[in-house]
């Protein structure tokens, strides 16, 4: 058990990426605080998973994109353990839209959550945080490897590697580490669909190990930074991705 005795707040929770990484840091014997924005019933299965496979956790409602919400998560964290050791930063949103139909609200509502929304956590987060914690960002492969339709969302990500490194060097002589996650092509709800066709492909083609990611593929990669064996590791933006490079969709 590497997390025994660690509280945890991971974001978007309740589904996808976020609820696999939830589970494992509560099966190495965190606490996690399973924020969700709408999926209560989501969030629930989440806790309840947790909880009969001997863990510890509670769900917490929480728009990620907004301050006062942001600030509600932390201070019910305080409320009930007084401090907090790992932030899980995984609450995002993808609009994919070719340039000829860039809207600014699609625009604000990826920048608002995506990037906005992992400050703000982190800001609060900061404020239970000692020396030995660790925060984690997930990114994707699409800051560096961007396709087709991607161009904000993929320009959000390249901000959480970028704000990542910049809070590494900022947080770093208190102790707290920061990272970055950068998930490949992964079965969540939110890309149920997506990767059919031409396009998965593709994707598979250029992937070594020859399939799309699963949540339980990124969750020990958060584990491992979650936990003391990564304390040495800060600033770093690490792909999950089976390997996939330059597709060039
Ligand atoms: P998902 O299946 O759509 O799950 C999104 C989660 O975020 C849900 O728990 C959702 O909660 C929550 N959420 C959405 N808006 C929120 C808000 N405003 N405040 C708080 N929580 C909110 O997504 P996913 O595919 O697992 O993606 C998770 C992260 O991985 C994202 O940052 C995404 O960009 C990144 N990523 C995903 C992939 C991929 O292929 N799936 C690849 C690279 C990176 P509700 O259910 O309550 O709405």
């Known amino acids: 058990m590497k997390l025994n005795g660690k509280i945890a707040v991971v974001t978007g929770a309740s589904k996808g990426i976020g609820a696999g990484i939830a589970k494992a840091l509560a099966a190495q014997g965190a606490t996690v605080i399973v924020n969700y924005a709408s999926s209560k019933a989501d969030a629930d ?86 020396p030995g914690a660790s925060i984690i960002n997930i990114s994707s492969i699409l800051s560096t490897d961007p396709y087709l339709a991607s161009s904000v969302y993929s320009a959000t990500k390249g901000a959480v590697d970028t704000l990542s490194f910049a809070l590494a060097r900022e947080l770093g002589p208190r102790g707290i580490r920061v990272n970055s996650i950068l998930p490949g092509h992964t079965n969540t709800p939110a890309t149920a669909g997506h990767f059919a066709g031409e396009l998965g492909e593709k994707i598979l083609a250029g992937t070594p190990l020859g399939r799309f990611g699963e949540p339980e593929d990124i969750a020990p990669l958060a584990v491992f930074l979650a936990s003391g064996d990564s304390h040495w590791v800060t600033g770093e933006s690490i792909r999950a991705s089976g390997g996939v490079r330059g597709v060039g969709y």
């Open 45 to 130: 299965a989440v806790v309840t998973h947790i909880t009969t496979h001997g863990g510890s956790a509670i769900a917490v409602q929480a728009d990620m994109s907004q301050g006062t919400d942001v600030a509600r998560l932390f201070n019910t964290v305080r409320e009930h353990y007084g401090t907090l050791d790992v932030l899980v930063n995984n609450a995002g949103v993808a609009v994919f839209q070719m340039i000829d139909d860039l809207t600014e609200e699609a625009f604000h509502t990826q920048f608002n959550l995506n990037v906005l929304g992992y400050l703000l956590a982190v800001r609060e987060a900061v404020k239970l945080m000692g």
